[in-house]
């Protein structure tokens, strides 16, 4: 009984922790391509957006992003986030980065960068809010 009990507080501990991150991340500046991230009780949508519209050979819109959206698990540990596909594909890590009382979820390219220059990605994802505010 004692086990299981640790184990629910832990698991409501762990809940509790991604709630905190959990938001819509879009880019912190205009652009034509994007990456849009939704977080919420530990599920995770992966988005890409374009505005150019390609046509192929039949006249009709080309998906440009055939593999997206993706959907999944995540899970956060010391401030990376680890996501896993419906299908089981692990995706590659994303880093997360407060400044002042902004939230931001970078690449690990981007957040190599940002620890070698020590300056934010221009166009890194921002938290929106938290769901339903988006």
Known sequence: MKI???FTCLAALS???CASYDGGYS???PTF????VQLESGEFTWSKLSDEVV???DGQPVNRYPDFPKHGDYRIRAGVLS???TDGEDLPPMYFHEAGEQ???LSEVEFLAME???QLPDCALLRAGPPGQN
């Not at 391509?33 to 849009?36: L, P, S």
Request: hydrophobic content about 50%.
């Open 15 to 17: 809940l509790v922790a």
């Open 4 to 6: 299981r009990s640790v």
């Open 33 to 36: 391509v994007a990456n849009v």
């Open 27 to 29: 880019p912190a500046c």
């Open 55 to 57: 046509i192929g050979n």
């Open 103 to 105: 939230l931001y979820l």
């Open 83 to 85: 996501m896993t596909t």
């Open 116 to 118: 070698q220059s020590g």
